[in-house]
């Protein structure tokens, strides 16, 4: 069973995490079953780019982004070369050390 490695984040996990994944799950819904809120405002449909993380270690092990993700990653916060939605990035059978990054573009978040 993968890994997944969140690296600490002052709001949303700051003692970071290891949490067990199962392969097909995305680095999302490992997250959010798991208590660590990430944003989604567009309810996990690649809409938006609130669930924006960073692929530290076993990027290319992902699924492939599709040019809607890529799209969207374009007007991401910090975009990285190892950027992905979290809510896209489904894990494979490979460890995973993931960043959330400390902001996020949101124009209009009702938890506020």
């Known amino acids: 069973m993968p890994q997944i490695i969140f690296l600490p984040h002052p709001e949303l996990c700051p003692d970071g995490a290891a949490l067990e994944a199962t392969s097909g799950e995305t680095i999302l819904d490992v997250a959010l079953k798991n208590g660590i809120s ?62 959330i990054p400390k902001y996020t573009i949101n124009m209009v978040s009702e938890g506020h």
């Not at 982004?65 to 975009?79: F, I, P, R, V, Y």
């Open 38 to 99: 990430i944003e989604h405002a567009c309810e996990k449909s690649c809409a938006c780019t609130t669930c924006h993380v960073v692929v530290r270690e076993g990027f290319y092990s992902l699924n492939e982004s599709d040019e809607l993700e890529e799209d969207m990653l374009d007007k991401a916060w910090g975009l990285e070369p190892e950027s992905r939605l979290g809510c896209q990035a489904r894990v494979s059978d490979v460890d995973l050390v993931v960043e």
